[in-house]
């Protein structure tokens, strides 16, 4: 199994800054993704994290708003940037390996943002 | 219409009640995942599936591979599992989930 941490687990911040949000596998994972879930609805895939190289994004995610880094197979960092209120939401680190006929999902405890 | 659908959307039972919670989809997938959340946000995934069926303690889930069909089943309900349960698929031709809506329990005591 792996386990994932997510630092911070909540935060409130202004209009106009940014937020970077950590995430922490316990184990090495071939696959990091982050999802945004507001409020009352189901996860939204905002982009796959790739080790090494850039992000790929979902339709309606842009690389200038969310800022994506992967170093190494254990980590990943997510930026919101330039925050309207719009953004307020709960955003998800997950990892999933999948090898030998098993599929497998961890997900963070999430990060709960609130833009004023 | 949406990849995936989930019956019903919100979802009130007693204790000690057998829940069925149901999951259709619309694509060729590899895997079906149930997911809990609870209030805080974060997620577990309960189950993997991509055939017949899994038990694990009082939860039960199930695959019909053919009809496009799942159902997670809850039995002998208690408080504690009030939460949104949320079935994922992943396509047989690609690497993200696709998400339903999420059912909302509420247990009562």
């Known amino acids: 199994s792996a386990v994932i941490s997510q630092k911070p687990s909540r935060d409130i911040c202004q209009r106009g800054t940014s937020l970077t949000i950590q995430c922490q596998v316990d184990?090495?994972?071939?696959?990091m993704f982050w999802y945004r879930q507001q409020p009352g609805q189901s996860l939204t895939l905002i982009a796959t994290?790739?080790?090494?190289?850039?992000?790929?994004?979902e339709s309606g995610f842009v690389i200038d708003k969310f800022p994506i880094s992967r170093p190494n197979l254990t980590f990943s960092t997510l930026t919101v940037s330039n925050m309207s209120p719009e953004d307020s939401s709960i955003y998800l680190c997950?990892?999933?390996?999948?090898?030998?006929?098993?599929?497998?999902?961890?997900f963070g405890p999430g990060t709960r943002l609130t833009v004023l | 219409k949406n990849e995936v659908e989930q019956s019903p959307q919100n979802l009130t039972a007693q204790e000690g009640e057998f829940i069925t919670i149901n999951c259709s989809y619309s694509?060729?997938?590899?895997?079906l995942h149930w997911l809990q959340q609870h209030p805080g946000g974060g997620i577990v995934s309960l189950f993997m599936?991509?055939?017949g069926k899994k038990k694990h303690g009082r939860l039960i889930a199930t695959i019909n591979i053919q009809e496009k069909h799942s159902s997670l089943h809850i039995t002998a309900s208690h408080p504690r599992d009030s939460a949104v349960y949320i079935c994922?698929?992943?396509?047989?031709?690609?690497?993200?989930?696709?998400f339903g809506e999420g059912t909302q329990l509420t247990v009562n005591p």
């Open positions: 997950s990892a999933g390996r999948r090898e030998l006929g098993t599929d497998t999902q961890y």
């Open positions: 994922a698929v992943r396509r047989t031709s690609g690497s993200r989930l696709t």
């Open positions: 184990s090495q994972v071939t696959m």
């Open positions: 599936l991509s055939s």
């Open positions: 694509v060729g997938i590899s895997a």
């Open positions: 994290a790739n080790q090494g190289s850039e992000a790929t994004y």
